[in-house]
Every structure is written in structure tokens, then in C-alpha cells.
């Protein structure tokens, strides 16, 4: 059978850092980048005699996250222990939920060729980070850093509702934004802060029995995603038309090979020997938390995508850009409440202002102007004062400086001649000096038109505005 007769089925895991400061049960910090093993104390050690302390805040994000993904959030959660010896573990198990999640049932929506479709969300749960171990090659030494360990995350299991690489890797992007959009996570595929791990198998199309799934992991961008997931699919349809079995196992992507290759056998659960954390009670929610946390939600991705098409009349892929980072998105509708032309300032931002933030390397936080002048700016160009080249220069130096875009333009002397009778003027003394143009137009000949156009525009000092030239010189040569 070819690889089109099977059907890929596929679920991901996805483990998503929480911005809080400090870890999941003591007070170590959670940032990133600190030497080896310079974020640690004797909780998250694992050292004889110590006790867990729950952060708060990050009970409140997995409440926001599972709200936001239209999940059942439990009133009672349970903590277990998941165990297993591995040098960056040092307690030899990790504090996680099991049976008894805090939050079940949900659902996200994702585009498909075939238009939006929803994937469910089975559990989303609390767990610590391991640690992580560095093998150095030269040295032949495998080294551990834990600063990591304790640290808290959320892990958002799907249900196996995903048929292709681009479907996995469209959901992975839509519950980026999403968390990121809520503030409990950073979106960082390259630091790890969310990662994801992919659950792959295949079966017959037409079947309903579902073929040995495999894990992949080491999967830290949308790219190696897809690439992982379509050789992984193309990998198992040729062992099963060979007339062999495939293996539940985990593997690795070595982006290297493009190929994954056999990293361990499959655990299932009774492997981890799960059993409830004696040292944390069951946690009890309370419903002014939920009231509170569901009332702060802020409007999410999708919602504020079809918005912006439909309050602000964008194209959809511009909307996409618009919505696709919360600040722009904030920034836009900043800028929105002083302007006329949404559509020209939509075209602003994802032109002139990205291409700028890309070149300084910058965030949208350290723009030097406010909304208000960025919107006096577009309101030259509208009124015809400021030509729309001239603005972008005046944009530049807004970015630069941050001056208002009044100074800039006084300054460089870059304001559109608009008064009628000054237009007029200029086009009398060209048309007077361009006898031969003026008879080739008024012959049938309209491509002239450009011609005179320029010579007013080069008399002027290229201060005209065009559209007012434009307008004269079809009125003196009889339009």
C-alpha cells in the first residue's frame, strides 16, 4: 500500500514554562541563562527532610490556561509522584498530577485547508521541570546542571485528533499564542520554555483500530515538527509493508540526519509507579478564584482576529499579523483611536514599523514615540500636508529619537505644498514651457501626463502634492 492508502494519527504533548519568578514549591528563581546550578536550595536538591511549599500563582495560570481553552477546571486536583532515576532528577521522582488533573476536557481551534477545526484537549496538569544534563565529549563526561529542577510547568496533553505534520505543527502555533497571549508563558521554542512531544501512528485508511504509537521528542521548532512527524509516518508505513511490526517506543530527532532514531522503549504509567504526594494535601479551589481569573481573561487570538476583519474592515492576512503577538495587536488599536484609515495604519505597522523593529532588533515596549503621534504622522499623510515617502522618513526618525513628528517635518523642511493658488501657479510656468507635451495630450497622447507631472514636482522642490498637481493639470489641459 502506498503511504496516501495510511492514515496518520497524531496527539502532542506540550510542556509550557510558567513566567512566574520563582519555582513550583520553593523560591529559588526561574530565570534563564544563570551559571550551572546557581538557582538551586535544598527543596528542589531533593535534600533529606525538606517539605514543598505550592506556588499560588502558578495555580492561577493553569486556571487562566484552562478557562482560555474551554477546559473543565477541577474544584479538587491530587499531586502524585512520578518515578524515576535519572541524574538530572535529584529526588528520584518528580511532583506531577495524575489521576486527578487539574483541568480536563477542552478544546482548541485550529485552520486546516479545509477551514477550522477543533482539536480536544484531554488534561492539562502541574508538574516540576528536571533538571538538565550536559554530555561534554571531549572531556567524556556527562555534567548536570539544576537550575531547571522545580521549575513549574504546565503540560496541555491532546487527544489524538491530529492527521498531518501541518495540522500538529498549526495546533502548536495556536496554543502558543494563546498562552502567550495570557501571560503564563513566553512562546520560547529555542530556550525550551515550551516544548513539545509528538505521539505518531499510523493505520490503514478506512480502519478504526488504531496502529502502535511512537513518542517523539527533541522537537524544538515548527520546522522540525513537521519534518519529524512526515519522516516518522513514512518510517513506520514502510516497516508495516515490509511485513514488520512497529515498535511502541521513544525516539529522537536528530536534526542533523533529518531522521529519528530509537531512543528508549515506551514507559507506560504503572513504569512511574504513580502514587499520591504525601507531602502535599489535595488542592481545593475556591470559586471567587475562578470568578476572578475568568473575568481577567483577555480576549484571545482567534476571537480578536475576526474582530479586527470585521471592526476594521482587514484583509485576513494582515489581521493574522496583527493579532498574531498581543502587543502589536494592543499597539494597533493604541494608534486606531487617532487615525481615520485603519487599513493605511494596519499597512504601517506590519511594513514600516516591523521592518524597523527587525533592523534594531527591538520590542514594541521600547518604542521611543506614543500612539498619538504616530497617529499625527498618518493624519499628515491623509490631510495631503506630508507626501508618503517623506513620511517614512519622518517615521525613521520618530524610531530613532522619538521627536514628535511636527518638529521633524519643520525641521527638514518636508511639508507638501497644498494651497491651491501656489499649484496653480507652478502649472501655468510648466505648461507654458512644454508647448509640444501639452498639444501630444491633448492629441490622445495621456501617457504625457507623467511627464508634466514630474517637471511641477521637480519645479516644486518635490513639495507638491501629487494628488493636487495631479488634479490641476487635468483641469488646465481641458478634463
Given at each position: 500500500?502506498?503511504?496516501?492508502?495510511?492514515?496518520?494519527?497524531i496527539?502532542l504533548?506540550v510542556?509550557?514554562?510558567?513566567?512566574?519568578?520563582?519555582k513550583?514549591?520553593?523560591?529559588?528563581?526561574?530565570t534563564?541563562?544563570?551559571?550551572?546550578n546557581?538557582?538551586?536550595?535544598?527543596?528542589?536538591?531533593?535534600?533529606?527532610?525538606?517539605l514543598?511549599?505550592?506556588?499560588?500563582?502558578?495555580?492561577?495560570f493553569?486556571?487562566?490556561?484552562?478557562l482560555?481553552?474551554?477546559?473543565?477546571v477541577?474544584?479538587?486536583?491530587?499531586?502524585?509522584?512520578?518515578?524515576?532515576?535519572?541524574?538530572?532528577?535529584?529526588?528520584g521522582?518528580?511532583i506531577?498530577?495524575?489521576?486527578?488533573p487539574?483541568c480536563?476536557h477542552?478544546?482548541?481551534?485550529?485552520?486546516?485547508?479545509?477551514g477550522e477545526?477543533?482539536?480536544?484537549?484531554?488534561?492539562?496538569?502541574m508538574?516540576?521541570?528536571?533538571?538538565?544534563?550536559?554530555?561534554?565529549?571531549h572531556?567524556g563526561?556527562?555534567?548536570?546542571?539544576?537550575?531547571?529542577?522545580?521549575?513549574?510547568?504546565?503540560?496541555?496533553v491532546?487527544?489524538?485528533d491530529?492527521?498531518?505534520?501541518?495540522?500538529?505543527?498549526?495546533?502548536l502555533k495556536a496554543?502558543?499564542?494563546?498562552?502567550?497571549?495570557l501571560?503564563?508563558?513566553?512562546?520560547?521554542?529555542?530556550?525550551?520554555?515550551?516544548?513539545?512531544d509528538?505521539?505518531?501512528?499510523?493505520?490503514?485508511?478506512?480502519?478504526?483500530t488504531?496502529?502502535?504509537?511512537?513518542?517523539?521528542?527533541?522537537?524544538n521548532?515548527?520546522?522540525?515538527v513537521?519534518?519529524?512527524i512526515?519522516?516518522?509516518?513514512?518510517?513506520?508505513?514502510e516497516?508495516?509493508?515490509?511485513?514488520g511490526k512497529?515498535?511502541?517506543?521513544?525516539?529522537?530527532?536528530?536534526?542533523q540526519r533529518?531522521?529519528?532514531?530509537?531512543?528508549?522503549?515506551?514507559?507506560?504509567a504503572?513504569d512511574?509507579r504513580?502514587?499520591p504526594?504525601p507531602?502535599?494535601?489535595?488542592?481545593?479551589l475556591?470559586?471567587?478564584?475562578l470568578?476572578?481569573?475568568?473575568?481577567s481573561?483577555?480576549?484571545l487570538?482567534?476571537?480578536?482576529?475576526?474582530?479586527?476583519v470585521?471592526q476594521?474592515?482587514l484583509?485576513?492576512d494582515?489581521?493574522?499579523?496583527l493579532t498574531?503577538?498581543?502587543?502589536?495587536?494592543?499597539y494597533f488599536e493604541?494608534?486606531?483611536?487617532?487615525?481615520?484609515?485603519?487599513?493605511?495604519?494596519?499597512?504601517w505597522?506590519?511594513g514600516?514599523l516591523?521592518?524597523?523593529?527587525?533592523?534594531?532588533?527591538?520590542?514594541?515596549?521600547?518604542?521611543?514615540?506614543?500612539p498619538a503621534?504616530?497617529?499625527?504622522?498618518?493624519?499628515m499623510?491623509?490631510?495631503g500636508?506630508?507626501?508618503a515617502?517623506?513620511?517614512?522618513?519622518v517615521?525613521?526618525?520618530?524610531?530613532?529619537t522619538?521627536?514628535?513628528?511636527?518638529?521633524?517635518?519643520?525641521?527638514?523642511g518636508?511639508?507638501?505644498e497644498?494651497?491651491?493658488?501656489?499649484v496653480?501657479?507652478?502649472?501655468?510656468?510648466?505648461?507654458?514651457?512644454?508647448?509640444?507635451?501639452?498639444?501630444?495630450y491633448?492629441?490622445?497622447?495621456?501617457?504625457?501626463?507623467?511627464?508634466?507631472?514630474?517637471?511641477?514636482?521637480?519645479a516644486?522642490?518635490?513639495?507638491?502634492?501629487p494628488?493636487?498637481?495631479?488634479?490641476v493639470?487635468?483641469?488646465?489641459?481641458g478634463?
Open positions: 500500500m502506498p503511504i496516501e492508502d495510511f492514515q496518520p494519527v496527539g504533548e510542556h509550557a514554562q510558567l513566567l512566574t519568578g520563582s513550583l514549591f520553593c523560591s529559588c528563581a526561574t534563564f541563562g544563570a551559571p550551572p546557581h538557582h538551586v536550595c535544598p527543596v528542589c536538591l531533593g535534600m533529606p527532610g525538606v514543598p511549599v505550592l506556588n499560588a500563582r502558578v495555580v492561577e493553569a486556571v487562566r490556561t484552562g482560555a481553552l474551554r477546559c473543565e477541577r474544584r479538587t486536583s491530587v499531586w502524585a509522584r512520578k518515578n524515576y532515576f535519572y541524574p538530572d532528577m535529584p529526588k521522582y518528580q506531577t498530577q495524575y489521576d486527578q487539574i480536563e477542552g478544546v482548541l481551534t485550529i485552520d486546516t485547508p479545509g477545526r477543533d482539536v480536544r484537549i484531554r488534561r492539562i496538569h508538574e516540576e521541570d528536571a533538571g538538565k544534563s550536559v554530555h561534554d565529549a572531556a563526561a556527562s555534567l548536570v546542571d539544576l537550575n531547571r529542577a522545580g521549575v513549574p510547568l504546565l503540560e496541555i491532546s487527544e489524538p491530529i492527521r498531518s505534520s501541518e495540522e500538529a505543527a498549526e495546533y496554543l502558543r499564542d494563546v498562552v502567550v497571549y501571560g503564563v508563558n513566553d512562546g520560547n521554542l529555542e530556550e525550551g520554555s515550551f516544548r513539545c509528538a505521539n505518531v501512528s499510523v493505520m490503514p485508511r478506512g480502519s478504526a488504531l496502529g502502535t504509537r511512537v513518542e517523539l521528542k527533541n522537537l521548532s515548527f520546522r522540525f513537521r519534518l519529524a512526515d519522516y516518522e509516518i513514512a518510517r513506520q508505513v516497516v508495516l509493508e515490509s511485513g512497529v515498535q511502541q517506543e521513544t525516539r529522537l530527532w536528530d536534526a533529518s531522521e529519528t532514531r530509537a531512543m528508549r522503549g515506551k514507559e507506560e504503572h512511574y504513580y502514587f504526594e507531602d502535599l494535601p489535595p488542592l481545593h475556591e470559586d471567587a478564584l470568578d476572578r481569573v475568568a473575568t481573561l483577555p480576549e487570538p482567534r476571537p480578536r482576529f475576526r474582530r479586527f470585521s476594521y474592515g484583509p485576513e494582515t489581521a493574522h499579523v498574531g503577538e498581543r502587543a502589536l495587536a494592543d493604541a494608534v486606531a483611536l487617532h487615525v481615520k484609515d485603519p487599513k493605511r495604519l494596519a499597512n505597522l506590519q514600516e516591523l521592518r524597523l523593529l527587525k533592523e534594531e532588533n527591538a520590542l514594541l515596549s521600547a518604542l521611543r514615540f506614543t503621534q504616530l497617529g499625527e504622522l498618518l493624519g499623510v491623509e490631510a500636508t506630508l507626501s515617502s517623506a513620511a517614512k522618513d517615521f525613521a526618525e520618530m524610531f530613532r522619538g521627536r514628535a513628528p511636527r518638529d521633524v517635518v519643520a525641521e527638514k518636508l511639508a507638501q497644498s494651497d491651491v493658488g501656489a496653480e501657479a507652478v502649472v501655468d510656468q510648466v505648461l507654458a514651457a512644454c508647448p509640444k507635451e501639452v498639444a501630444q491633448q492629441a490622445g497622447k495621456k501617457q504625457v501626463l507623467g511627464f508634466l507631472v514630474g517637471q511641477v514636482m521637480r516644486m522642490k518635490g513639495k507638491g502634492n494628488a493636487l498637481v495631479n488634479q493639470l487635468k483641469s488646465r489641459l478634463e
